[in-house]
């Protein structure tokens, strides 16, 4: 069955570092992935959507890359702020009409 | 603020009582969708709404009724719910009504439901 895994473990670092999330799939070959930040007692918030063919996709200090060989995207956050500080999900197409999301990871950012 | 308004913000029910949790987007989209996300899970679809038309039911249990009565507007009625229904229900909208896994998903702030 389709799978897709997050780091569970949370990841702190310390401000002004790259912060760099991964999202593994198995079981897949999606054309397009999707990257969202969720913060506490909210709603997902859409930040990135990569196609298969882009290999890497950019969005201010937002990296996104997609390895389709590899099964896996690696989402990056530059010059990290502790305002960046949230849980950031993957989502692939499960379907037409479906989205899946992973489980996030979440980031935690020190001054 | 969202541009996805969900009511209410907060809901305690009790497991006889029968209400609505009601979801407005106003940004044209022809996609409406349900979600139930649990603390530290990841959001897991229950409906969707293409065209107004329900497209999408993930095998959801018939106490949970959707209803899309325009494009605007999706509800989602509750009725003998169980303790394990407590959750974050969240409604979302994406612009294209078919298909809809290639676009971006603009959710709301969820409804966080107790049931005792």
């Known amino acids: 069955s389709q799978k897709i895994e997050q780091n569970s473990e949370a990841l702190n670092i310390q401000e002004g570092k790259t912060a760099t999330l991964t999202c593994n799939y198995t079981n897949y070959s999606p054309a397009y992935l999707q990257w969202y930040r969720q913060d506490p007692g909210r709603g997902p918030v859409f930040l990135l959507l990569?196609?298969?063919?882009?290999k890497e996709k950019r969005k201010e200090r937002l990296k996104v890359t997609f390895d389709t060989t590899l099964k896996q995207s690696l989402f990056h956050i530059t010059a990290s702020q502790p305002a960046d500080s949230a849980t950031y999900l993957c989502?692939?197409?499960?379907?037409?009409?479906?989205?899946?999301f992973g489980a996030g990871t979440r980031l935690a950012v020190h001054p | 603020d969202t541009e996805v308004t969900q009511t209410p913000k907060h809901l305690v029910m009790g497991m006889t009582n029968k209400k609505s949790l009601k979801c407005e987007q106003h940004?044209?989209?022809?996609?409406m969708y349900w979600y139930k996300q649990k603390a530290k899970k990841p959001p897991e679809l229950m409906f969707v709404y293409s065209y107004e038309k329900l497209s999408i039911n993930e095998s959801v249990p018939s106490r949970f009724s959707p209803e899309c009565p325009n494009s605007s507007l999706l509800n989602l009625h509750l009725h003998a719910l169980q303790p394990e229904d407590s959750a974050l229900y969240l409604c979302?909208?994406?612009?294209?009504?078919?298909?809809?896994?290639?676009?971006?998903?603009?959710f709301g702030d969820g409804t966080r439901l107790s049931i005792l």
């Open positions: 989502a692939l197409p499960g379907g037409y009409n479906k989205l899946i």
């Open positions: 990569i196609r298969e063919n882009e």
């Open positions: 979302a909208s994406s612009q294209a009504g078919f298909p809809t896994s290639n676009q971006p998903q603009h």
């Open positions: 940004m044209g989209h022809r996609a």
